[in-house]
């Protein structure tokens, strides 16, 4: 079992450039979602999804896009790279016991 | 919609003593408050939660309580080991674990 797995690891990116993060899960969830982590801001949600082909906006949806076309997979595309999206993301599902598993993040620089 | 704070942002306790991390939350509709734990370069953990029907949760070390009445809940950890030394996020949520609100978190260090 992988569980929660995401990449790339490590990205780095020029002002204006798009990218997708994966994510993928084999743990059979239906609820996934995406966070940004930035130092002393905590986690903040950016976009979930409660099943294939249901997203919906968290708090900070801007710039960012997402969709569900299977359980087990959940994209995140920026489509023209900022330098204040430069953070760790990460990807976690829900079991229905409420927890949430993380991957293991992508750490994302734009410049 | 929901909005948590989390105090202290640090704090350094002695290997042995107790700890304590403490949370308010905005929505009183919130019903789900887990908190996680994260290690340097790691991904967070769930080490403990609890739901609005209780008022306290034990685990080893590790308590939970949470006081409705003042929307706040708070994190209890007694005989610290330096392994505990981590970041600890608190979190609320009105819908059962989805659409999770954290707190900015507390960077835990335990002194041997």
């Known amino acids: 079992n992988a569980g929660v797995t995401q990449t790339p690891k490590f990205q780095v990116l020029k002002t204006g450039q798009s990218m997708t993060l994966q994510c993928a899960q084999d743990?059979?969830?239906?609820?996934m979602s995406w966070y940004r982590q930035d130092p002393g801001m905590g986690l903040r949600l950016i976009h979930y999804?409660?099943?294939?082909?249901?997203?919906d906006q968290g708090e900070v949806p801007n710039g960012y896009n997402v969709s569900r076309s299977t359980t087990e997979d959940f994209p995140l595309r920026l489509l023209s790279a900022a330098p204040s999206q430069t953070s760790v993301y990460f990807c976690?599902?829900?079991?229905?016991?409420?927890?949430?598993?993380f991957g293991p993040g992508t750490r994302l620089t734009v410049t | 919609g929901e909005n948590v704070e989390q105090h202290p942002s640090t704090l350094s306790v002695q290997e042995g003593d107790s700890a304590v991390i403490k949370c308010t939350y905005s929505?009183?509709?919130?019903?789900?408050f887990p908190w996680y734990k994260q290690e340097l370069g790691k991904r967070p953990q769930l080490i403990i939660d609890?739901?609005?029907?209780?008022g306290e949760k034990k685990d080893q070390r590790i308590a939970v309580t949470l006081n409705k009445t003042a929307k706040h809940f708070s994190l209890h950890i007694t005989e610290t080991q330096p392994e505990d030394s981590a970041v600890y996020f608190c979190?609320?949520?009105?819908?059962?674990?989805?659409?999770?609100?954290f707190g900015a978190g507390t960077i835990l260090r335990v002194k041997s």
């Open positions: 609890i739901r609005s029907n209780v």
């Open positions: 999804s409660v099943g294939a082909g249901i997203t």
């Open positions: 743990m059979n969830h239906e609820y």
């Open positions: 929505d009183s509709a919130s019903n789900y």
């Open positions: 976690a599902t829900q079991a229905a016991s409420y927890e949430q598993y």
């Open positions: 979190a609320a949520t009105p819908q059962y674990g989805n659409k999770l609100v």
